[in-house]
């Protein structure tokens, strides 16, 4: 059985860090395609970044050049480094797993629990 737990949300002011981690068990990180979607309340769940399977990465255009996904094959965890911080990446942070490669869609099979991220100006 597949399983995510997220951890590392909280509250920052703008212009901070915050690094979410994705502990993963039930699959092989490797033969997955994997990555962090948001979500606001009354807003549908946004693509932040993801890895491919072939160890590409693709992130939304919002997140560009501040946030930074990787993963550690070894202890089958996620990571996503989140710096300068706006009040608008506040969200419902999540991570996600599929064998099928939906890029930033959010079609994957597989969902953590989410982790909260809160950023006051």
């Known amino acids: 059985q597949v399983q995510l737990v997220e951890s590392g949300g909280g509250s920052v002011q703008a212009g901070g860090s915050l690094r979410l981690s994705c502990a993963a068990s039930?699959?092989?990180?490797?033969?997955?395609?994997v990555g962090w979607f948001r979500q606001v309340p009354g807003k549908k769940r946004e693509g932040v970044a993801i890895?491919?399977?072939?160890?590409?990465?693709t992130y939304g255009n919002s997140v560009k050049g501040r946030f930074t996904i990787s993963k550690d094959n070894a202890q089958n965890t996620l990571y996503l480094q989140m710096n300068s911080l706006k009040p608008e990446d506040t969200a419902m942070y999540y991570c996600?797993?599929?064998?099928?490669?939906?890029?930033?869609?959010?079609?994957?099979?597989?969902w953590g629990q989410g982790t909260q991220v809160t950023v006051s100006s």
């Open positions: 890895i491919d399977t072939d160890g590409s990465t």
């Open positions: 039930g699959y092989t990180s490797t033969r997955n395609c």
């Open positions: 996600a797993a599929d064998r099928v490669q939906w890029l930033l869609l959010p079609e994957y099979k597989y």
